[in-house]
T-cell receptor
Framework: DQQVKQNSPSLSVQEGRISILNCDYT??????FLWYKKYPAEGPTFLIS?????DKNEDGRFTVFLNKSAKHLSLHIVPSQPGDSAVYFC?????????????FGTGTRLKVLA | DAGITQSPRHKVTETGTPVTLRCHQT?????MYWYRQDPGHGLRLIHY???????DKGEVSDGYSVSRSKTEDFLLTLESATSSQTSVYFC??????????????FGPGTRLTVT
């Protein structure tokens, strides 16, 4: 039973346009969410986070939206750049569990076309 | 960049041999994690530690053990390696931030091939 799902394995976007990466979760106890970017042969790099007390968080070109009722979050990248081409993972955690564990999605490969 | 190193970075071993992977951090973070990354599965938690000598199992812990005798080191051991343990292994660290867990920071990974 996959608690965090990224249903789109890949996405292609033109340079300068918006990239939207989606993530769904099933566990209503999840209250903290992260997005990571991963280049080949490197470890994942933290991008942006959001807690359940917010519905939006921005950091430069990256914005994460959280819809708690739909158990859905999305990462928007505007404008998309060729250097954004990577695999993106979402991750979720339940702070009340006290374990500080994250469950990761399977990732979405983003390709930004020049 | 968070100070996390993994050793070795690449290893080829034979089925049935023991293997130990090392994660070393210089950030003095309390929490440390071992993940494996496989195509179609994303990152899956093997074991994690919430303090020296305090460890617990993740979602794919069978065939793996861990030890943490110092804050800075977290060891992952494959007692008898199998071909299904061929994977890329990542170590991560994190710290608590108020109510919510802090972000995890990842090491560069170890590519393990079991032949």
């Amino acid at each position: 039973d996959q608690q965090v799902k990224q249903n789109s394995p890949s996405l292609s976007v033109q340079e300068g346009r918006i990239s939207i990466l989606n993530c769904d979760y099933t566990n209503s106890m999840f209250d903290y969410f992260l997005w990571y970017k991963k280049y080949p042969a490197e470890g994942p790099t933290f991008l942006i986070s959001i807690s359940s007390i917010k519905d939006k968080n921005e950091d430069g070109r990256f914005t994460v939206f959280l819809n708690k009722s739909a158990k859905h979050l999305s990462l928007h990248i505007v404008p998309s750049q060729p250097g954004d081409s990577a695999v993106y993972f979402c991750a979720a955690s339940a702070s009340t569990s006290g374990t500080y564990k994250y469950i990761f999605g399977t990732g979405t490969r983003l390709k930004v076309l020049a | 960049d968070a100070g996390i190193t993994q050793s070795p970075r690449h290893k080829v071993t034979e089925t049935g041999t023991p293997v130990t992977l090392r994660c070393h951090q210089t950030e003095n973070h309390r929490y440390m994690y071992w993940y494996r990354q496989d195509p179609g599965h994303g990152l899956r938690l093997i074991h994690y530690s919430y303090g020296v000598k305090d460890t617990d199992k993740g979602e794919v812990s069978d065939g793996y053990s861990v030890s943490r005798s110092k804050t800075e080191d977290f060891l992952l051991t494959l007692e008898s390696a199998t071909s299904s343990q061929t994977s890329v292994y990542f170590c991560a660290i994190s710290e608590r931030k108020g109510q919510f867990p802090y972000e995890q920071y990842f090491g560069p990974g170890t590519r393990l091939t079991v032949t």
